[in-house]
């Protein structure tokens, strides 16, 4: 990767990391992994999500993994963005919880029940 050495560079950067992303088709599932997350189970979440994914053969799923979104109230939380969809931010996910997004959400696009209203724009 290259050194960024000037605004123009970051701007073009950013540029093309949104090009990118407009024209990703696959499902973003981002796991708040910060402190507070990991501490209330974030990681287990995420292990329960990717082997839900493989298990369920949903090929067009990434994963990603961020630091705290400031849902501290109701970590672990998780943000699913389906392609043509909204972000949705789940909380209090535990495994059994992790399962069900996979599962309802994301395969079958029911919502469920700990959804928690964003407070962001995405760029």
Excluded: H, W
């Excluded at 599932?29 to 501490?39: P, Q, R, Y």
């Excluded at 972000?87 to 069900?100: R, T």
């Amino acid at each position: 990767m290259e050194k960024i050495k000037s605004l123009a560079d970051l701007t073009n950067l950013r540029k093309q990391l949104q090009e990118k992303a407009v024209q990703n088709t696959n499902t973003i599932v981002n796991v708040s992994l910060g402190t507070c997350s990991i501490a209330s189970g974030g990681q287990t979440a995420l292990d329960v999500m990717k082997a839900a994914v493989a298990k369920n053969g949903l090929g067009s799923v990434e994963f990603t993994q961020s630091g705290c979104m400031c849902y501290c109230f109701a970590e672990p939380t998780v943000e699913v963005k389906i392609p043509g969809k909204e972000p949705v931010v789940f909380g209090y996910v535990d495994a059994a919880k992790a399962e069900a997004i996979v599962e309802k959400y994301i395969k079958n696009g029911e919502l469920l029940e700990g959804v928690i209203p964003v407070n962001y724009q995405r760029a």
